[in-house]
Nanobody, 121 residues
């Protein structure tokens, strides 16, 4: 069974930093693009950042210059370094990826369970 497990959320004051991590486990052959999404209370889920297998990155405008996405392919991990946090960054953050498993040989899209980030004023 393949799963994504997130860690690193919590409560931080505005202007502070947090680092989220997401690790994939299971019978994985390769991992394609990895991304972080977030959903604030009463709002739709939005894509925050993505990183391709070639390590190209893209960000939603509201986090550019503050957030950095990275990946460690040896550890099947994607991380999101969040600096200069704002109250409006408060949300449940979820990681997502497409990957290939070896037994059975197939493509899967997998989501993490979500982790809460709360930024206080």
């Amino acid at each position: 069974q393949v799963q994504l497990v997130e860690s690193g959320g919590g409560l931080v004051q505005a202007g502070g930093s947090l680092r989220l991590s997401c690790t994939a486990s299971g019978r994985i052959l390769s991992i394609r693009t990895m991304g972080w999404y977030r959903q604030a209370p009463g709002k739709q889920r939005e894509l925050v950042a993505v990183i391709t297998s070639g390590e190209s990155t893209d960000y939603t405008d509201s986090v550019k210059g503050r957030f950095t996405i990275s990946r460690d392919n040896a550890k099947n991990t994607v991380s999101l370094q969040m600096n200069s946090l704002k109250v409006e960054d408060t949300a449940v953050y979820s990681c997502n990826t497409g990957l290939i498993t070896d037994s059975p040989f197939r493509y899967l899209e997998v989501w993490g369970q979500g982790i809460l980030v709360t930024v206080s004023s």
